[in-house]
């Protein structure tokens, strides 16, 4: 039978959709795109209304010729929603996910013994909530692994609805997380990805994130390359940062920063000074030869007048970001700032977000141009293309006569940046 998992969301999501598709394959289903597959699973987000309007679409879709099990985020907050899309489809919350990773032997079992498709589904009764059962070797969907080390968040920002989600911040527990990149090093892999929901409140308690790759560069050999997903500020310290020195963590970030102006941060419940997201762009930028550096804005949060807009607009203006995430304010239901009454007109919000991602355009062009005659490292992925130490997606070219094999990482020097190019000066 086949089977594909389609993804919403963050990289956390791609993580854990990793897994599941694992557990399918080695269980003997064939994982195939959606539209070959008997077996839809749609993982969730619910960041947006937008997301959550793509997911209903999506999930309507699919439910025309297929069986759908839909999980993650949305999933979790507006359960009967989704089973009302369509009879043919069956949710499992976030909190139960992980049985997924249970559901294949069990279908197995249950189409062998005659029940069809959507039976066999109803039949299965096991439920588990163990966050860090996700642990895939082998990936479907991308030729880097991701290692999920952390889950849910302590913060309790305003517009946030994937906090109530998720919950409250756990951590997997180092020597775990050691083990699991140790096995997806021996299965053949040349980047780690480390996620969560807030990766920088990783143990944040203890020896927190830096403690963490601290411990993985100790062990991993000296080509396997990490790679950090979405860093909040707020947790982001000298030990992490001085990590960065050594070459085998890449030169990509991506820092939620939402407003750069304090008046906003603070009536949204966002907790660290503008002083420090500055600082850490500047060490980031001190240490790794002109890294990548995005980040997240929203337009128009509450408490967002002329006058903080400004302010925020010219801090990111000054600091020129790689390239920005633009959203425009979207309240969210059972958030504290779904009735504010102090937020830009949806006409103001608009404008601005317009403005930012015109801006965003501008500096990512900049920084572009820029990598014109660089020497860099690229992992090899699909088609001819891969994808740069600085998360720039770039055409191989190697010299005639072979073709780049995906996983592999090419050196060589960017040659073009329309599109950008990679011409291969050593072979791995």
Same mark, same amino acid.
């Given at each position: 039978?086949?089977?594909?998992?389609?993804?919403?969301?963050?990289?956390?999501?791609?993580?854990?959709?990793?897994?599941?598709?694992?557990?399918?394959?080695?269980?003997?289903?064939?994982?195939?795109?959606?539209?070959?597959?008997?077996?839809?699973?749609?993982?969730?987000?619910?960041?947006?209304?937008?997301?959550?309007? =793509?997911?209903?679409?999506?999930?309507?879709?699919?439910?025309?010729?297929?069986?759908?099990? %839909?999980?993650?985020?949305?999933?979790?907050?507006?359960?009967?929603?989704?089973?009302?899309?369509?009879?043919?489809?069956?949710?499992?919350?976030?909190?139960? =996910?992980?049985?997924?990773?249970?559901?294949?032997?069990?279908?197995?079992?249950?189409?062998?013994?005659?029940?069809?498709?959507?039976?066999?589904?109803?039949?299965?009764?096991?439920?588990?909530?163990?966050?860090?059962?996700?642990?895939?070797?082998?990936?479907?969907?991308?030729?880097?692994?991701?290692?999920?080390?952390?889950?849910?968040?302590?913060?309790?920002?305003?517009?946030?609805?994937?906090?109530?989600?998720?919950?409250?911040?756990?951590?997997?527990?180092?020597?775990?997380?050691?083990?699991?990149?140790?096995?997806?090093?021996?299965?053949?892999?040349?980047?780690?990805?480390?996620?969560?929901?807030?990766?920088?409140?990783?143990?944040?308690?203890?020896?927190?994130?830096?403690?963490?790759?601290? =411990?993985?560069?100790?062990?991993?050999?000296?080509?396997?390359?990490? #790679?950090?997903?979405?860093?909040?500020?707020?947790?982001?310290?000298?030990?992490?940062?001085?990590?960065?020195?050594?070459?085998?963590?890449?030169?990509?970030?991506?820092?939620?920063?939402?407003?750069?102006?304090?008046?906003?941060? #603070?009536?949204?419940?966002?907790?660290?000074?503008?002083?420090?997201?500055?600082?850490?762009?500047?060490?980031?930028?001190?240490?790794?030869?002109?890294?990548?550096?995005?980040?997240? %804005?929203?337009?128009?949060?509450?408490?967002?007048?002329?006058?903080?807009?400004?302010?925020?607009?010219?801090?990111?203006? #000054?600091?020129?970001?790689?390239?920005?995430?633009?959203?425009?304010?979207?309240?969210?239901?059972?958030?504290?700032?779904?009735?504010?009454?102090?937020?830009?007109?949806?006409?103001? #919000?608009?404008?601005?977000?317009?403005?930012?991602?015109?801006?965003?355009?501008?500096?990512?062009?900049?920084?572009?141009?820029?990598?014109?005659?660089?020497?860099?490292?690229?992992?090899?992925?699909?088609?001819?293309?891969?994808? $740069?130490?600085?998360?720039?997606?770039?055409?191989?070219?190697?010299?005639?006569?072979? $073709?780049?094999?995906?996983?592999?990482?090419? =050196?060589?020097?960017?040659?073009?940046?329309?599109?950008?190019?990679?011409?291969?000066?050593?072979?791995?």
């Amino acid at each position: 039978m086949n089977v594909s998992v389609y993804t919403l969301g963050c990289r956390l999501n791609q993580a854990e959709s990793e897994s599941i598709a694992e557990h399918f394959k080695h269980s003997g289903f064939a994982v195939t795109a959606p539209d070959k597959a008997e077996l839809v699973i749609v993982n969730t987000c619910t960041v947006t209304s937008k997301a959550e309007q =793509k997911a209903r679409r999506m999930i309507r879709l699919f439910a025309r010729k297929s069986e759908v099990i %839909v999980t993650g985020c949305y999933a979790e907050m507006a359960s009967d929603e989704i089973k009302a899309l369509s009879d043919h489809v069956t949710v499992f919350s976030l909190r139960e =996910k992980a049985s997924l990773l249970s559901l294949p032997l069990h279908l197995k079992s249950a189409l062998l013994s005659g029940l069809a498709l959507h039976d066999a589904i109803a039949s299965f009764t096991e439920r588990s909530t163990d966050l860090f059962a996700f642990d895939a070797s082998s990936f479907q969907y991308h030729s880097r692994a991701y290692l999920k080390v952390q889950d849910g968040c302590d913060n309790h920002c305003g517009y946030c609805r994937t906090t109530i989600a998720r919950g409250p911040s756990v951590s997997l527990d180092a020597d775990s997380v050691v083990e699991r990149a140790l096995r997806i090093e021996d299965s053949g892999f040349h980047e780690i990805m480390l996620t969560g929901v807030n990766l920088t409140m990783y143990d944040h308690e203890g020896d927190g994130l830096g403690g963490l790759v601290e =411990k993985l560069l100790a062990r991993l050999g000296k080509d396997m390359r990490i #790679r950090l997903s979405s860093m909040e500020p707020d947790h982001v310290d000298d030990r992490l940062l001085d990590t960065l020195h050594d070459h085998r963590m890449q030169p990509h970030f991506h820092i939620p920063i939402q407003s750069a102006s304090p008046a906003v941060l #603070r009536r949204v419940g966002r907790v660290y000074p503008m002083e420090h997201v500055a600082y850490i762009i500047e060490r980031m930028r001190a240490i790794k030869d002109d890294p990548f550096i995005a980040c997240d %804005v929203i337009a128009g949060l509450p408490g967002e007048g002329e006058k903080e807009w400004e302010e925020s607009y010219d801090f990111l203006a #000054r600091t020129r970001f790689s390239f920005m995430h633009v959203f425009p304010f979207s309240p969210r239901p059972d958030t504290a700032l779904f009735k504010a009454k102090d937020r830009a007109e949806e006409r103001v #919000r608009d404008e601005r977000a317009e403005k930012l991602r015109a801006l965003s355009s501008e500096m990512n062009r900049e920084y572009i141009e820029r990598q014109k005659g660089k020497e860099v490292e690229v992992l090899a992925e699909k088609n001819g293309e891969g994808t $740069t130490g600085n998360y720039l997606k770039a055409r191989i070219v190697l010299p005639k006569g072979r $073709t780049a094999i995906n996983g592999l990482i090419y =050196k060589g020097i960017i040659t073009k940046t329309d599109p950008i190019t990679v011409e291969v000066s050593s072979l791995p």
